[in-house]
């Protein structure tokens, strides 16, 4: 299995900032990366795939970067409903794996 | 807009089998196009993947669940179904479906799970 980690774990931030999600592969996975968001009471959200591209309706505030073992996700200026638990999840392999998650709380 | 839902009991018995069903509205179920799955959260931890069904008959699942898991398509109902056998308390958790599509960037396609209902709370207990 590729293990997907994430770091942190947790987060904690101010409306307005910029913050900085970490993902790392256990083996090169190119650019087979997926980052998705989950709020409680809501269905999760495709934000960004193939490590760099923002799906459809995604605001501009979100980007990803990465190749191979190592990925980010940046939200650029933090919005009051950016506030959940953010997933990596890697599509290189048929056994779909998901990070560890990274729960970003208001600071 | 393709919409989908999770619907099935909310409690079951350990060792007995969980059946929940996934409701596709707004498309269509029988697109050789995409991959339909079970992913789960068990409370306190992170996203597993379970398993997924593609051409309306096809299957792969996440080796881990050790044979327990079967996955099905009612192409006349547009519902795709979850049955996970001999559950224990480890099976707890929220289940959500999702739907896998092939999204291109440039000269290649990639896999991402763009379609996901809210999630349904199962809790095996007695």
Redesign the interface.
Known sequence: DIVMTQSPSSLSASVGDRVTITCRASQSINNYLNWYQLSPGKAPKLLIYAASNLHSGVPSRFSGSGSGTDFTLTIGSLQPEDFATYYCQQSYSTLITFGQGTRLDIK | QVQ?QESGPGLVQPSQTLSLTCTVSGGSINSGDYYW?WVR?PPG?????IGFLYDSGNS?Y??SLNGRVTISVDTSKTQFSLNLSSVTAADTAVY?C?RLDR?R?GE?Y??????????TTVTVSS
């Open positions: 989908l799955n959260q931890k992170g996203l597993e993947w792969y996440n080796p959500y999702a999204l960037w290649n990639y896999s991402a799970m763009d379609v996901w209902g809210q999630g």
